[in-house]
């Protein structure tokens, strides 16, 4: 499966670490990519990690329903 680079850009953080700047997707795209490509994550899968994702209470869980990242 190939993505378009609009796609791959979209929802992306830079950090530093150890000096270095690192892209590393937010907490709301990779859930919503477990989400909408089935044939990558099984849903169970998915679900477990949205289940997850709300028990621990991540600040960022509140943007899930505001993010919008187009395929």
């Not at 270095?20 to 859930?31: A, D, H, M, Q, R």
């Not at 994702?53 to 943007?63: I, Q, T, Y």
Request: proline share 7%.
């Amino acid at each position: 499966m190939r993505f378009t680079d609009p796609y791959l850009r979209q929802g992306v953080e830079h950090h530093t670490i150890a000096g270095v700047n690192v892209p590393i997707y937010s907490t709301p795209k990779t859930l919503a990519d477990a989400f909408s490509n089935p044939k990558l994550v099984v849903r169970s899968v998915a679900a477990s990690d949205a289940l997850e994702l709300l028990r621990v209470s991540d600040p960022e869980a509140g943007c899930i329903a505001n993010d919008r990242f187009d395929s």
